[in-house]
Nanobody, 126 residues
Framework: QVQLVESGGGLVQAGGSLRVSCAASGRTFSRYAMGWFRQAPGKEREFVAVISRSGSRIYYTDSVKGRFTISRDNAENTVYLQMNSLKPEDTAVYYC???????????????????WGQGTQVTVSS
């Protein structure tokens, strides 16, 4: 069982930066691929970024490439999402998710993930 707790969301002006964090419980954090998803009102939950259990594989959705950076600290059981050059369209609830990674494939769809956090609101004003 893995429990995930996001933090760091808030209100920021367009062009600003924000870092959201996700702290995981348990002693097997390094076995999990960690993903960030977001969901805006009236829209489906969408993939933002994923990092493999070792950190060697990282993928982003096209709309955040060059602006967002995902990273992890396995010693601290934490995954981060650094968001720069924020745009109003980045406004959403951001969720972290964990998937036990048994192959080199990293998951990019919500259904592939085993555990979810409660989400943290990120609002970007224009």
């Amino acid at each position: 069982q893995v429990q995930l707790v996001e933090s760091g969301g808030g209100l920021v002006q367009a062009g600003g930066s924000l870092r959201v964090s996700c702290a995981a419980s348990g002693r097997t954090f390094s076995r999990y691929a960690m993903g960030w998803f977001r969901q805006a009102p009236g829209k489906e939950r969408e993939f933002v970024a994923v990092i493999s259990r070792s950190g060697s594989r990282i993928y982003y959705t096209d709309s955040v490439k060059g602006r967002f950076t995902i990273s992890r600290d396995n010693a601290e059981n934490t995954v981060y999402l650094q968001m720069n050059s924020l745009k109003p369209e980045d406004t959403a609830v951001y969720y972290c998710a964990a998937k036990l990674q048994v192959t080199t494939v990293v998951p990019t769809t919500p259904l592939e993930y085993d555990y979810w956090g409660q989400g943290t609101q990120v609002t970007v004003s224009s």
